[in-house]
């Protein structure tokens, strides 16, 4: 047994989640998130219309007869976590991390919830691999500190350690990326690649090269695209477009913004990458609301719910009265539970969740 932990001991070096100095990370690299979230407009655009509709959800601290605490403590907590950000601001920056790097940190103390930056955040672990103390700069925590909470999205290659969405998706957010600068080369070049100018005789070598500066300043760009060139001598054009059918990836591209918006769980229609009436549409928010909002914001919620919340008759509950999106359902199942006639009125109340 001990040959055989000495052969499969993890590397220290490999556990190491981040690094202040190079911000490295150890199954992916983090650098290339920062880039294609603030580069690819697929990937913001998940991002954003995730993190912005779990922000948007109203929390409060409630008692076992369902009152909501207005002047209790942790009510007050959550609705100003610190004197930087409000429940929306907190929830949004979280949720962006998350998705982005695959892992949060937040901090508690005294009377402040305080979202940690994930590239200044160091995790030490011990001979066996497992994480032992947090360093963030000077200060260093505990695994088992119960003013840090760690959440994470699942990562089959570590059991402490969240894997981003991003690292699903990387060669189609790097084709996407490639298409778009391809075609504003094309665009650039007037839509079409150049010909080739054939002469009689061989040209010098300071011939040609003033032969491409006049060209490259005279006829290059999509400004000066159909402008009429002027051959002089011998000089003869022979032309080398290519079809706008060669030259079209937009098939190509639509197929990786799709692919991404599949790995972040957000309908294609509601990125305005595919045409859809308006029924569509509300059936394509629903669903984004019942299987990527509402999973990801309960997550969250169950996890500040088992660490901040140190009563048993107290519990953390979101607000859903005012979501657009989950209207039509709610009203819906109204309408079946008082079609119902074998209930009574105030069955019905309580199945609705109305209060006596």
């Not at 009377?111 to 260093?140: F, R």
Request: charged share 25%; with cysteine.
């Amino acid at each position: 047994m001990q040959n055989l932990y000495k052969k499969f001991k993890p590397d220290k070096q490999k556990v190491m989640v981040y690094n202040n100095e190079n911000f490295n990370y150890t199954f992916s690299d983090q650098e290339s998130y920062d880039d294609l979230y603030s580069k690819n407009v697929i990937i913001y655009r998940c991002i954003n219309l995730i993190a912005k509709n779990i922000a948007n959800i109203p929390c409060n601290l409630k008692n076992e007869d369902g009152i909501i605490l207005h002047n209790h403590d942790l009510h007050k907590l959550i609705k100003k976590p610190n004197k930087h950000n409000n429940w929306f601001s907190l929830i949004d920056s979280v949720i962006t991390d998350l998705l982005l790097y695959g892992n949060i940190y937040l901090f508690k103390s005294y009377d402040e919830v305080i979202k940690l930056n994930s590239n200044e955040l160091k995790v030490i672990s011990d001979s066996a691999g497992n994480p032992y103390k947090y360093k963030y700069g000077n200060k260093e925590h505990g695994a088992n500190d119960e003013q840090l909470l760690h959440i994470k999205l699942t990562n089959p290659y570590s059991p402490w350690e969240g894997m981003s969405p991003i690292e699903t998706i990387k060669k189609s957010a790097s084709l996407y990326d490639t298409i778009t600068k391809y075609n504003k080369s094309i665009l650039d070049n007037g839509g079409r690649i150049s010909g080739a100018l054939i002469f009689d005789e061989q040209l010098t070598e300071a011939q040609r090269q003033i032969l491409k500066d006049q060209l490259n300043s005279n006829y290059t760009g999509s400004d000066k695209a159909g402008k009429v060139i002027l051959l002089e001598g011998n000089a003869k054009w022979k032309e080398m477009s290519i079809s706008p059918k060669d030259i079209d990836f937009h098939q190509g591209k639509l197929n990786s913004a799709k692919e991404i918006a599949l790995a972040f769980g957000v309908p294609p229609v509601m990125l305005g990458i595919q045409d859809s009436s308006f029924n569509h549409y509300k059936e394509a928010r629903l669903h984004f609301w019942e299987d990527t909002i509402l999973p990801l914001a309960n997550m969250i919620l169950n996890q500040l719910q088992s660490w901040l919340v140190q009563e048993d008759n107290l519990k953390l509950e979101y607000d859903f009265s005012n979501i657009p999106a989950l209207f039509a359902k709610t009203e819906d199942y109204k309408k079946h539970i008082d079609s119902l006639s074998f209930l009574s009125e105030h069955e019905k109340r309580q199945l609705c969740g109305y209060k006596k």
